[in-house]
């Protein structure tokens, strides 16, 4: 019969969580008093697939029955489930009952404990459970003080103690190397505070550990404390790391050299890293570009921007993009030197599509301070590329020199590109004259932009609506405007939202009939365009409310099925500020429709369900 028992809770369990309903559970629960052990561990089983689901207060306190089950393995089974059931779990009860777990008779407890506390991580962090797991790093058993090591590094900072980080010290000679490791993981978990004289000079041994799995957890131990650990002796051990056989200890090694900042920032700390560019292995060279991209200004020599150019050309695609951001990083720290400038102009011509990129972006980040004639002419011809990123790159980098790089040749280079074949260009380009603003405003340069409001492509015809509204700060014709006014119908929302911004920001020189009717039609459109429209509406000035006009404009926004609304203001001291104000206050209103009488002066009354707000006459 108990296999029938077995083989039921073993088919619960196969359904996982979607099975975890209460007269499951509640089965699973008689199923854990039952009299065969083995009916009592297949139970906990079926427990462990629902996961917290079953994190239900009658399941704890079944669970912390069986926890002082004879059956040992049923015991170590309980604590399975308390740690699948997670942190809803670690109530004060049951942290205690696993405290007294950790002195256990069978070491696969004392293990099992050890694994829930570290899952219910500083929920768990009593005083009482410390000092147990304190001295559960002393145990017969390897796998128990490893379990203890990882626990008490998730307890983090609450456990930085004297007795802790002495006893860490400690497990850092155990014989056994997966308690070493945990040590180090433990230490570096704790954080800065864990950064003792004592600890650093400990994970400096470890880093010579016969263990590759101990050197590489104290190289991250080391790159959590950062510049703290930035000794001349761990320094040198880093550097000796560097050379290691393990790909993992390598990479551990730049990324603590890289945590440590200006104080790592040694020659030969540089050059290792420099070295390091070349390894053999993708994720070492990534590491080494990142540390490089931290010491900023200071790794800026010439051997290493060219290696970090080089590497903008490799096979591995993290790297590639790891250079690029050390490279972008360089520009934003770096003073523009001659040196600099001159490697990243001749970086314009190389073979690889990828360094010309990554010159392109690393002259655009260092901003007005490299617009000479030089790096524009290089930029001018960039923008002739024959890979698409590059001349991407090229724009952006002329739109980051800002007026300095407004030239005849700019602008044509500029036009050129809004013809390009590929939209992210044209995109660019308008974005680029626009930035130039007024300065680049001529009827060339308009006219082409104007064209681009007719792209098939929605962020061309986007862009091109933010570049006209700065083109024409000054004079806005009525071609601009009705190309505008198109667009508020476009099929592309980011088009018809770009529309809205453009007119609002042009403001009264806007503010046509077409164009205020627009608008008000676009009231009745999605909640983005709605919101442009709006902000757009309140920045057309007086025009919106020129008194001959204004009844047209309040019988659009009634949006009456009867013909509109007709109010006479004839008895109103100031008419065209009461339906200023009536239409301002409907323009930041949220909801639609609202029931009220309109009144002035007793002249004229009118009850209806209208879109104006209701106020106060």
């Given amino acids: 019969m108990s296999d029938v028992r077995k083989g039921a809770c073993v088919a619960l369990g196969i359904l996982g969580e979607k099975g975890a309903t209460k007269e499951v559970i509640k089965g699973l629960l008689t199923a854990l008093s039952d009299v065969e052990s083995s009916v009592k561990v297949t139970a906990c089983n079926a427990l462990i697939r629902f996961g917290e689901k079953a994190a239900t207060e009658e399941v704890i306190q079944r669970l912390l029955a069986a926890l002082s089950d004879q059956a040992c393995y049923v015991r170590e089974r309980v604590c399975k489930v308390l740690k699948n059931l997670g942190e809803k779990a670690a109530t004060e009860e049951v942290v205690k009952a696993l405290y007294t777990a950790l002195g256990d008779k069978n070491w696969s407890v004392r293990q099992a404990a050890c694994e829930v506390l570290a899952r219910f991580s500083e929920q768990a962090a009593t005083e009482e459970v410390i000092r147990g797991l304190l001295a559960a790093l002393s145990d017969v058993k390897t796998s128990v003080r490893e379990g203890a090591c990882k626990a008490l590094g998730r307890f983090g900072v609450r456990t930085v103690t004297e007795d802790v980080i002495r006893t860490f010290l400690s497990a850092l000679s155990d014989e056994i190397c997966d308690v070493r490791k945990g040590a180090c993981i433990a230490l570096g978990n704790l954080g800065e505070k864990a950064a003792t004289q ?155 599509s990828d360094v010309r990129k990554g010159a392109c972006v690393a002259l655009g980040n260092f901003g007005k301070k490299v617009a000479t004639e030089e790096v524009i002419k290089g930029l001018l011809t960039a923008l002739n590329d024959k890979e698409k990123f590059v001349r991407l790159g090229a724009c952006k980098t002329l739109g980051h020199l800002g007026g300095k790089a407004l030239t005849d040749k700019v602008i044509e280079a500029g036009l050129s590109a809004l013809n390009n074949e590929n939209s992210y260009v044209q995109a660019t380009a308008c974005r680029i004259l626009a930035g130039f603003g007024k300065k680049a405003e001529s009827e060339v340069v308009v006219k082409v932009v104007l064209s681009a409001l007719k792209d098939r492509h929605g962020k061309v015809k986007v862009a091109a609506c933010h570049a006209l509204e700065r083109l024409v700060e000054s004079t806005a014709t009525k071609e601009m405007i009705n190309a505008l006014f198109t667009a508020l119908r476009d099929k592309n929302l980011s088009v018809r939202v770009a529309a809205c911004e453009a007119l609002g920001n042009l403001g009264e020189k806007a503010a046509t009939e077409e164009v205020i009717k627009g608008l008000l039609t676009a009231l009745g459109d999605v909640e983005a365009v709605r919101e442009g429209a709006r902000k757009a509406i309140a920045c057309l000035g007086e025009k919106l409310v020129d008194f001959n006009g204004i009844n047209g404009v309040v019988n659009l926004m009634l949006n009456s099925p009867s013909g509109g609304l007709h109010i006479s203001f004839l008895g109103h001291p100031n008419p065209v500020t009461e339906i200023s104000r009536r239409i301002f206050a409907f323009l930041t209103c949220k909801d639609r429709l609202f029931s009220e009488t309109v009144s002035f002066d007793g002249v004229h009354r009118v009850k209806r369900q209208s879109l104006l707000p209701k106020l106060e006459t």
Wanted: hydrophobic content about 45%; charged content about 30%; some cysteine.
């Fill in 198 to 352: 004592d600890v650093i000079k400990g994970l400096f041994t470890a880093l010579s550990d016969v263990k590759r799995s101990v050197r590489e957890a104290a190289c991250k131990a080391l790159a959590r404390f950062g510049e703290q650990a930035a000794t001349e002796e761990v320094i040198r051990g880093l550097l000796v790391a560097l050379s290691d056989v393990e790909t993992s200890v390598r990479e551990g090694a730049c990324k603590a050299l890289g945590r440590f900042g200006k104080k790592g920032a040694t020659v030969a700390v540089i050059e290792a890293l420099f070295t390091a560019l070349s390894d053999k292995e993708k994720f070492v060279r990534l590491s080494a570009c990142i540390a490089l991209g931290n010491f900023g200004e200071k790794a800026a020599t010439e051997e290493v921007i060219k290696r970090l150019l080089s590497a903008l050309s490799d096979e591995s695609y993290f790297v590639k993009e790891g250079a690029h951001k050390v490279l972008a990083h360089i520009g934003e720290k770096r003073a523009a030197t001659e040196e600099v400038i001159r490697i990243l102009l001749s970086a314009l011509s190389d073979e690889m």
